[in-house]
């Protein structure tokens, strides 16, 4: 049975640009904090990423600081800080704030004091984008870089997220961005590495890789490519509607990343519904890949007011670049299909 991959959100397809620019980066032997020719060129790889991923995110004169994941990165950017956050935020970033801020029906929160705030530019779960006000502290970025045009110059925040894994880089690398002058103080101490915010020796194979995918990336959103990704959303959200009369799809009347579908199909709980698609040979997910495992419902839905019952029925269904029309399709096909079974044994 062929597979169909449609959780681009948890995790992407490793870029061939990304797995060519690891590859040679094996070869690189050197410590990147010694002086000689070795270190040199291992430091020099590290530099030319760190600019590849400063050009793809508009963040020309900030601090690109290295970390083994946005989850740490969210760490160093928000510890020993009273952070106000809705509780729509990923855990990584949740788990430091102190819940406060209000999400209204659409996924849509409201600031009040941003130099105090985080709050992310587009939720995993539905895709709903925010308009982030200036002066922000932090804002996780994973989710819509390099799928929605951004600039972190333009954003108007002190710090930001980002993961390489959500774009075609490897898994184990992300970074924390400061705008130039910002104090952060480090987590991990020892040496000096990454402008002495971030001990450790580097993770020299990730970065070359996240380098190359955030550069691929960029050129991709330039082409368009996103744009054709939406459409196939927006076919997959009607074709789900016209076959089921009663589906809600959340964040649909705010502004939402390109390939992000959250589905509700109330009395129907969404972890079966991954069972039952995955045996279909399609790959989807109940929310979070960090919680989806976890049989309760959507924090973030809840947060948004759904009841329990309909939160509990929630899948994601997040496409890619490599996503076709056929795929899209005969998902559509399945999901009736297995919602009609569904609905025939409840009777």
Known sequence: MSRTYLDHNATTPLR????????AAMDLFGNP???HAEGRAAKGLIETARAQISAALGADGADIIFTSSATEAAALGMAGRDLAVAEIEHDAVLSWGRPALPVDRDGRVTVTDPAQSALQLA???????????????LSDLTQAFGKVPL????????????????????KGIGALIVKRGTEIAAQLKGGGQEM???????NLIGIAGFGAAAAAAAADLAAGRWDEVAELRNILEKALEAGAEDVIFPGRN?????????????????????MRL?????AISAGSACSSGKVRASRVLRAMG??????????????????????????????????????????
């Open 16 to 23: 061939p640009e990304a797995r060519a620019a690891m590859l």
């Open 33 to 35: 904090s010694s002086v």
């Open 123 to 137: 939720n995993s779960e539905t895709g709903v984008m925010q308009d982030l006000p200036e002066g922000l502290w």
């Open 151 to 170: 600039a972190f110059n333009w954003l108007g925040c002190q710090t930001a997220l980002i993961s390489a894994h959500k774009l075609g880089g490897p």
């Open 196 to 202: 002495g915010r971030r001990a450790g020796t580097e």
């Open 254 to 274: 705010a502004s939402r990343l390109p390939n992000t579908l959250n589905v509700l199909s109330p009395g129907w709980k969404g972890e079966t519904q991954v």
């Open 278 to 282: 995955d045996l279909s040979g399609f």
């Open 306 to 347: 759904y009841d329990e019952m309909e939160a509990g029925s929630a899948i994601r269904i997040s496409l890619g670049l490599q996503t076709t029309l056929a795929d899209v399709e005969r998902f559509a096909d399945a999901w009736l299909s297995a919602r009609g079974k569904h609905r025939g044994r409840a009777a």
